[in-house]
């Protein structure tokens, strides 16, 4: 018995196939999120004094993230270069190069940015953590782009003991995402405008994250009817079916997928959280996305760096 669930185990690592696009398109969309929030917003968004903290950035309970390293309290020239270090190393993640390199390099970049930067959404610390779990796949991907294809012989020739980490590190992020729906669920039932339907409301009409004036006219009519209902239980009914994706078989994936990316879309389009959504997209991605299931169009860039290196040399 215990033989045969050892040939089983066995033969389930050695065909599996974790260095595919799949995993790297979702890295690119996740690091293209903050790298858009840091090329937009200047740097005195992210750092200045508060109400209850005068020196910045925050280094109080944290001292190996980067801004507490290099000495840059209240100095913005010092802030603004790392601003640009991060904007270029963040680039190299979305274009797909070298993730042996660029993994460690972007987890470190968000887990420095969300410790020490005191206006960041949560879309920072949920991509800090996926892109700490990552590292296992990324520091044993040898590929120079992680948009390249591996032959079948390729992945089944891998180190099986490396490949073993990776994926386990693979199903840590399958089950922390299911954790997070999860416990985003169960958070919400305990409030009682998320059992009467009103929750949406109050969101929506919120001054400061609620709808714009122009949306608003839009939907007034909509937010003063019944059918804010809809919406309020709806979003709890998506988040525990996410939560249950975690069991289903994987040929069902895709369709808790295009919900989720639905549901998220509608709340970068109706509350502005475009770069949260985007961290989403890479994380459901990776959650509901077979390994296997490569994105055949990209390997149309593939076959574009293959020519270049093939001139090159």
């Not at 595919?20 to 968004?45: E, P």
Request: charged letters at 15%.
């Amino acid at each position: 018995m215990l033989q045969k669930i050892e040939n089983k185990l066995l033969e389930y690592i050695i065909n599996e196939k974790v260095w595919t696009n799949v995993y790297g398109v979702a890295r690119s969309i996740i690091a293209l999120s903050f790298l858009l929030t840091l090329l937009i917003n200047d740097t005195k968004v992210f750092f200045r004094p508060t109400s209850d903290l005068s020196e910045f950035p925050v280094c109080s309970n944290v001292s190996f993230g980067l801004f507490c390293i290099i000495p840059t309290t209240g100095n913005y020239i010092i802030l603004e270069v790392i601003r640009f270090v991060s904007i270029i190393i963040l680039l190299l993640v979305v274009i797909g190069w070298r993730p042996k390199f660029t993994g460690i390099l972007h987890w470190y970049i968000m887990y420095s940015w969300n410790t020490a930067a005191i206006t960041l959404d949560g879309g920072e610390q949920v991509s800090s953590v996926i892109t700490f779990l990552l590292i296992p796949i990324t520091l044993t991907d040898h590929r120079k782009w992680h948009w390249t294809k591996l032959k079948e012989d390729e992945h089944k020739q891998c180190n099986i003991y490396k490949k073993a980490l990776c994926i386990i590190s693979y199903w840590f992020i399958r089950v922390q995402i299911a954790i997070l729906y999860l416990h985003s669920t169960v958070a919400k039932v305990f409030e009682e405008e998320w059992i009467n339907g009103t929750a949406v409301y109050y969101f929506l009409e919120d001054p400061i994250f609620g709808l714009n004036p122009y949306l608003h006219k839009i939907f007034d009519y909509f937010l003063t009817s019944p059918l804010i209902i809809l919406p309020t239980w709806g979003t709890l009914i998506i988040q525990i079916s996410l939560f249950g994706a975690l069991f289903v078989n994987k040929k069902y994936w895709k369709y808790f997928l295009l919900v989720a990316i639905f549901m998220h879309e509608i709340f970068a389009v109706i509350l502005g959280l475009i770069s949260f959504s985007l961290v989403m997209l890479g994380v459901l991605i990776l959650y509901l996305r077979p390994l296997d299931k490569e994105f055949s169009s990209i390997h149309i860039k593939n076959k574009i760096y293959k020519r270049k290196e093939e001139e090159v040399a």
